[in-house]
């Protein structure tokens, strides 16, 4: 919404669409029905690239037009939704950099994609979204890690699990432990990183880009957010919506800052 008013139905469905590969995994009952799924959405953005019919879905429809009136670049939907077959997969990542490196795919890539229906092409806002995205997505982890603990899925690295000395039966028992906060703050430490490596390039992104670039808003928070709880992912408060979430991009959006 803080984009220009001729932007925004872009956006939509650029969101939307991140939305509907982003819940696959939640949605199918096995594996093979998630990868005809992806196939599904590969089959899909490749007929909106290479100007085949377009498919009757309110989604699919809508970004069509949008890839179609402005450019949008292919490898950034190819990646994200391979990337996205990997939430098929039952085993933790093997470490931090995989973890980032999955951030950057599921991510950091839609942030490119709204850079680029911004009209912003521009190699330092690019970097800068790179930070940002994988800043987001690890807070975003975090901050849904119970539900994930709940369903047996164990989305800390495999490297962090093991120098914290987590108990995995501890964390899918949701009991706040000592290894889980140790791990739990490893990650938080790499999503402050990026968003300060983000925010160092910001006298020489142009104002056009910060639409895209306000998620970072939402990281910071989040992260302050399991700070103040000692980073137990597990306390109850995190759960509770941050009720100034929206003034907070409004007062970002204002004085030009991500």
């Known amino acids: ?143 849904v890690m119970p539900f994930y603990a709940r369903a047996g899925r164990l989305i800390i690295p495999a490297d962090i699990a093991e120098r914290s000395e987590l108990d995995v039966a501890d964390y899918c028992a949701l009991r706040s432990t000592s290894a889980l906060r140790v791990a739990t703050a490893a990650i938080a430490a790499a999503a402050c990183g990026h968003l300060a490596s983000a925010r160092a390039r910001h006298r020489s992104i142009e104002r056009r880009a910060l639409p895209a670039l306000l998620p970072a808003i939402v990281a910071e928070r989040s992260l302050e957010r399991l700070k103040q709880a000692a980073y137990d992912p597990f306390d109850p408060a995190l759960a509770v919506p941050d009720a100034m979430q929206s003034w907070r991009l409004a007062i970002a959006s204002f004085r030009n800052r991500f």
């Open 1 to 143: 919404m803080f984009a220009p008013a001729g932007r925004r139905e872009s956006l939509f469905a650029l969101y939307a669409f991140n939305y509907e590969v982003a819940r696959v995994r939640e949605t199918v009952s096995e594996p093979v029905l998630g990868q005809i799924r992806l196939q599904w959405w590969r089959e899909s953005i490749a007929a909106a690239f290479e100007g085949g019919p377009v498919r009757r879905h309110i989604v699919v429809e809508a970004l069509t037009a949008a890839i179609r009136a402005l450019a949008l670049s292919r490898a950034h939907f190819d990646r994200l939704v391979d990337a996205r077959e990997g939430d098929l997969d039952e085993a933790p990542l093997a470490s931090l950099a995989s973890l980032e490196d999955y951030a950057e795919a599921t991510s950091a890539r839609i942030v490119y994609l709204a850079l680029e229906s911004l009209g912003v092409r521009d190699p330092t806002a690019e970097k800068a979204g790179f930070h940002i995205g994988v800043a987001y997505a690890l807070a975003g982890l975090l901050r």
